[in-house]
């Protein structure tokens, strides 16, 4: 089983050529699809990415809105 260091470099290495992939197509109508392809991709990877640091048991957001909800207490006291 893959640690979660080589799973995030695997998911890293895997952007890296989607992007390269990316900025290789020409932009045209015809290709438009496959840019649609590889920017969903690149998000599914993404969410991995934060779901492996978060912790698989909590959503990759869940930690930023709290921080966000208690920012906001704070603003409203000063």
């Given at each position: ?18 992007l390269e992939e ?43 809105e709290d921080r ?11």
């Amino acid at each position: 089983m893959e640690t979660k260091q080589q799973l995030l470099h695997a998911y890293t290495k895997r952007i890296e050529e989607l992007l390269e992939e990316s900025y290789k197509l020409k932009r045209t109508k015809e290709s438009w699809g496959r840019h649609v392809e590889i920017q969903a991709e690149i998000m599914k990877l993404c969410r991995k990415s934060a779901d492996l640091h978060d912790g698989e048991n909590e959503p990759y957001w869940a930690e930023g809105e709290d921080r966000v909800a208690n920012d906001d207490s704070d603003t409203k006291a000063a």
